[in-house]
């Protein structure tokens, strides 16, 4: 079980993470982004929660940073869609829910604000 749950983190969350970090630090050499990655990783509250105490967060911190990464390359959808599932496999992900509820509603008043604009304009 324990295999498992570290195979799920190299294929959800550590991609997610190096994702982040190429668009977060374009302007950083791939060591020091390894570096951080590293780090990240190494967290002990991660390594304590997940791995010692048996609660897995890893594939919900994975799906909310897939989520986030999403969100700063402008697709919203999907990025609601992995929030959806982030919060569906562990509820405590919905601690991080409200800000993209929010941020998909801001989204979705603009377009709609535009279109109208845009019809009355016609």
């Known amino acids: 079980m324990r295999a498992a749950l570290i195979g799920i983190e190299f294929l959800l ?5 190096v994702k982040l970090l190429a668009l977060l630090y374009p302007k950083h050499t ?7 990655l ?6 002990p509250p991660l390594i304590y ?6 609660q ?11 989520a986030t990464y999403h969100i700063l390359v402008g697709r919203t959808e999907l990025a609601v869609v992995l929030m959806v ?12 829910g409200l800000p993209f509820a929010f941020y998909a509603l801001s989204t979705i008043y603009q377009t709609a604000t ?3 604009k845009d019809s009355k304009c016609a």
């Open 56 to 66: 897995p967060n890893s594939p919900m911190h994975g799906l909310v940073l897939w």
């Open 49 to 54: 929660v997940d791995h010692g105490h048996f």
């Open 38 to 43: 590293i780090l990240y990783l190494l967290m």
């Open 30 to 36: 791939t060591t020091t982004r390894r570096i951080y």
């Open 13 to 17: 969350m550590v991609p997610a993470v």
């Open 85 to 96: 599932m982030a919060s569906n496999f562990k509820q405590m992900g919905l601690y991080f």
């Open 114 to 116: 535009k279109r109208y």
